[in-house]
């Protein structure tokens, strides 16, 4: 039954992947060339696997691990190497947009021609994104992979060894005849414990739908049927004959067998008991997490400001439970091309600035000085004119005194006297005339 169901996958790949073969996987750089080492080939045989059997590779945020199991030889699977992931980028939680620096969760695929053995990280693939769950629910991004160097800006990053043996999986995998790998990306070990502590998360549903594929993967130890419809991941479902999923249209009417369906309950029922219990468990805080598409814009903004070369600050931006947004007070800009000629443009705006700013500061001071120069000769102007009047008012002084000038106190003794005269030569006169006419 788990065999019926690998082979439906494989068939619907080899069709994906028509005109791919060992060709294109010739004259690899050396690294990409590298056997793997004696003690893990030791130990795929003691594990009952081939060299060149069916590989796949799951990946756990949290825990910072990166597995990689292979297929035994009765066709069920089973871990041979497990990585300390050396870097990913973002927080726990899927990508949405391009630039929101999120490693990607999810079910991907890797075929040959998404191996890069000339990678500038010295090697790596890409995993996939967007896939069809992703294209139907809007997100975007790309050039998404694993690979070595040891820095990530939304990938899965390893050192330059552990790629060498990662890339070694896939490469004798797809030399064995297996037309494609699947990724398993999750935030963390989907375990009752683990899914109790995010159950209040923003990302929890579609947490618990990446679950159902990884609940199918322990209970079968086969890696899931993947398809999409409805927007949403469904796992080992067959659709009736004549009828397809849609990853953006409704789910066609689909099968399972009984034993995996008995299988996958029994599962179930051992996992509820245990989350209940875990409800109820003192458990470490829960690691941040991406707070959906809105911090995803908010941080890819970010990145694009950088790419321009703008002075942005160090880390990306996060946002916080109350709608706030947290930056980090150091202020840098990404040193690249883009960066240095940014760098060069706002250096050049701010010495016109500066010179713009120096001119106009100029055109006011000379304004201020003939301002000064203005009122300074209206003042001498002014002074002058009154100069001038007090001048002629002092000239025109003594005239004024002696006409209008008001009476003293000895005027009215002179007028007395004056008419005192005057009565004398009166009487005078009249006695003169009184004697001759004998008056």
């Given at each position: 039954?788990?065999?019926?169901?690998?082979?439906?996958?494989?068939?619907?790949?080899?069709?994906?992947?028509?005109?791919?073969?060992?060709?294109?996987?010739?004259?690899?750089?050396?690294?990409?060339?590298?056997p793997?080492?004696?003690?893990?080939?030791?130990?795929?045989?003691?594990?009952?696997?081939?060299?060149?059997?069916?590989?796949?590779?799951?990946?756990?945020?949290?825990?910072?691990?990166?597995?990689?199991?292979?297929?035994?030889?009765?066709?069920?699977?089973?871990?041979?190497?497990?990585?300390?992931?050396?870097?990913?980028?973002?927080?726990?939680?899927?990508?949405?947009?391009?630039?929101?620096?999120?490693?990607?969760?999810g079910?991907?695929?890797?075929?040959?021609?998404?191996?890069?053995?000339?990678?500038?990280?010295?090697l790596?693939f890409?995993?996939?994104?967007?896939?069809?769950?992703?294209?139907?629910?809007?997100?975007?991004?790309?050039?998404?992979?694993?690979?070595?160097?040891?820095?990530?800006?939304?990938?899965?990053?390893?050192?330059?060894?552990q790629?060498?043996?990662?890339?070694?999986?896939?490469?004798?995998?797809?030399?064995?005849?297996?037309?494609?790998?699947?990724?398993?990306?999750?935030?963390?070990?989907?375990?009752?414990?683990?899914?109790?502590?995010?159950?209040?998360?923003?990302?929890?549903?579609?947490?618990?739908?990446?679950?159902?594929?990884?609940?199918n993967?322990?209970?079968?130890?086969?890696?899931?049927?993947?398809?999409?419809?409805?927007?949403r991941?469904?796992?080992n479902?067959?659709?009736?004959?004549?009828?397809?999923?849609?990853?953006?249209?409704?789910?066609?009417?689909?099968?399972?067998?009984?034993s995996?369906?008995?299988?996958?309950?029994?599962?179930?029922?051992?996992?509820?008991?245990?989350?209940?219990?875990?409800?109820?468990?003192?458990?470490?805080?829960?690691?941040?997490?991406?707070?959906?598409?809105?911090?995803?814009s908010i941080?890819?903004?970010?990145?694009?400001?950088?790419?321009?070369?703008?002075?942005?600050p160090?880390?990306?931006p996060?946002l916080?439970?109350?709608?706030?947004?947290?930056?980090?007070?150091?202020?840098?800009?990404?040193?690249?091309?883009?960066?240095?000629?940014?760098?060069?443009?706002?250096?050049?705006?701010?010495?016109?600035?500066?010179?713009?700013?120096?001119?106009?500061?100029?055109?006011?001071?000379?304004?201020q000085?003939?301002?000064?120069?203005?009122?300074?000769?209206?003042?001498?102007?002014?002074?002058?004119v009154?100069?001038?009047?007090a001048?002629?008012?002092?000239k025109?002084?003594p005239?004024?005194?002696?006409?209008?000038?008001?009476?003293?106190?000895?005027?009215?003794?002179?007028?007395?006297?004056?008419?005192?005269?005057?009565?004398?030569?009166?009487?005078?006169?009249?006695?003169?005339?009184?004697?001759?006419?004998?008056?």
């Amino acid at each position: 039954m788990f065999a019926k169901l690998a082979r439906t996958g494989v068939l619907a790949a080899s069709i994906a992947v028509a005109g791919c073969n060992d060709s294109s996987m010739k004259d690899f750089a050396p690294e990409a060339n590298k056997p793997l080492p004696d003690k893990i080939l030791a130990d795929m045989r003691a594990k009952g696997m081939v060299r060149t059997s069916s590989v796949m590779t799951r990946i756990f945020k949290e825990e910072g691990k990166l597995e990689i199991w292979k297929a035994k030889t009765n066709g069920r699977y089973d871990m041979v190497a497990s990585y300390d992931i050396c870097k990913w980028s973002g927080k726990l939680g899927p990508k949405y947009t391009e630039g929101d620096r999120q490693a990607p969760e999810g079910f991907y695929t890797v075929r040959p021609s998404q191996m890069n053995p000339r990678s500038n990280y010295h090697l790596s693939f890409n995993i996939g994104f967007p896939n069809a769950y992703d294209r139907a629910n809007g997100r975007t991004g790309q050039n998404l992979m694993v690979h070595g160097a040891c820095s990530s800006s939304g990938c899965y990053s390893m050192t330059d060894a552990q790629i060498e043996q990662i890339y070694a999986f896939g490469r004798d995998a797809f030399q064995g005849g297996q037309t494609e790998f699947q990724i398993q990306a999750f935030p963390f070990r989907m375990t009752a414990a683990n899914m109790a502590r995010y159950r209040s998360d923003p990302n929890y549903e579609f947490w618990k739908m990446l679950k159902v594929g990884y609940d199918n993967f322990e209970v079968t130890k086969v890696p899931p049927k993947v398809d999409v419809c409805e927007k949403r991941y469904v796992f080992n479902q067959v659709a009736a004959d004549g009828q397809i999923f849609n990853p953006t249209g409704p789910c066609p009417a689909t099968t399972q067998p009984d034993s995996l369906k008995s299988a996958y309950n029994a599962y179930q029922s051992t996992y509820d008991a245990a989350f209940n219990s875990a409800l109820k468990a003192s458990v470490p805080p829960p690691k941040p997490t991406i707070a959906g598409i809105k911090e995803a814009s908010i941080v890819s903004d970010w990145s694009k400001r950088r790419a321009r070369g703008e002075r942005v600050p160090i880390d990306p931006p996060s946002l916080n439970t109350d709608g706030s947004v947290t930056e980090t007070a150091r202020m840098g800009r990404i040193d690249s091309p883009a960066g240095r000629k940014m760098a060069a443009l706002d250096a050049e705006k701010a010495a016109k600035q500066k010179a713009e700013e120096q001119r106009l500061a100029a055109i006011e001071a000379a304004k201020q000085a003939k301002a000064q120069a203005l009122a300074e000769k209206e003042a001498a102007k002014a002074q002058a004119v009154a100069a001038k009047e007090a001048a002629k008012a002092a000239k025109e002084a003594p005239v004024a005194t002696a006409t209008i000038a008001a009476p003293t106190e000895a005027a009215p003794a002179a007028e007395t006297q004056a008419a005192s005269a005057d009565e004398s030569r009166v009487t005078k006169l009249k006695n003169k005339l009184l004697g001759m006419f004998g008056g």
